[in-house]
């Protein structure tokens, strides 16, 4: 069974900086993309960063570039989102997704996103 | 960046009417357009990917169809649990965007 859970999440001050974790399991996360998506409260899906199974290929939201930076740990089937300089509306639930499989040289297509994790809270205020 | 329209935001219907949602997408993107479902408090679920092929081990009752820029999401015998919101994304191109989203109540 596919299995993805989020971590990190918590309260953080305006301008400062958090580390989100996400442990896969279930499937072999090394030949997967994959992405985080948030979710303010009461609000709508917004995508914002995307990995290829090696690391090759990054994309970011315009909401998140240059403040958050996406990775991943395949020998510890893991993805994470180094989140820096937070600011009030970056408040909402974190989920990670799994995309594509790709192939034996890292080449993801395109993709949704067929497994969700539960989602971890963020929350940024004074 | 490409950006997605749902209609309606809301929708109220009874158990088992047809439903229909529609997507339409800024610029073509061919068949990229992927819908989930999300029940409160929940992570969200791939329904339909690719347009139109539903994903594996949910209800017929789930179709889709478009491309190019319009798209439909058909629920055609509502039921109890077909309660949520619904989302469209298009995956053509990054950014990849979601719709705002439908809510959809049942009378």
């Known amino acids: 069974e596919v299995q993805l859970v989020e971590s990190g999440g918590g309260l953080v001050q305006p301008g400062g900086s958090l580390r989100l974790s996400c442990a896969a399991s279930g499937f072999t996360f090394s030949r997967y993309s994959m992405s985080w998506v948030r979710q303010a409260p009461g609000k709508g899906l917004e995508w914002l960063s995307y990995i290829s199974s090696y690391s090759t290929a990054i994309y970011y939201a315009g909401s998140v570039k240059g403040r958050f930076t996406i990775s991943r740990d395949n020998a510890k089937n893991s993805l994470f989102l180094q989140m820096n300089s937070l600011r009030d509306e970056d408040t909402a639930a974190y989920y990670c997704a799994r995309g594509a499989y790709c192939n034996d040289d890292g080449v993801c297509p395109l993709s949704s996103f067929d497994s969700w994790g539960q989602g971890t809270l963020v929350t940024v205020s004074s | 960046d490409i950006q997605m329209t749902q209609s309606p935001s809301s929708v109220s219907a009874s158990i088992g009417d047809r439903v229909t949602i529609t997507c339409r997408a800024s610029?073509?993107?061919?068949?990229?357009l992927a819908w989930y479902q999300q029940k409160p408090g929940k992570a969200p679920e791939l329904l339909i990917y690719a347009a139109s092929i539903l994903q594996g081990g949910l209800p017929s009752r789930f179709s889709g169809s478009g491309s190019g820029t319009d798209f439909t999401l058909t629920i055609s015998s509502l039921q109890p649990e077909d309660s949520a919101t619904y989302y469209c994304?298009?995956?053509?191109?990054?950014?990849?965007?979601f719709g705002q989203g439908t809510k959809l109540e049942i009378k």
């Open positions: 610029q073509g993107i061919s068949s990229w």
């Open positions: 994304q298009q995956t053509d191109n990054f950014p990849y965007t």
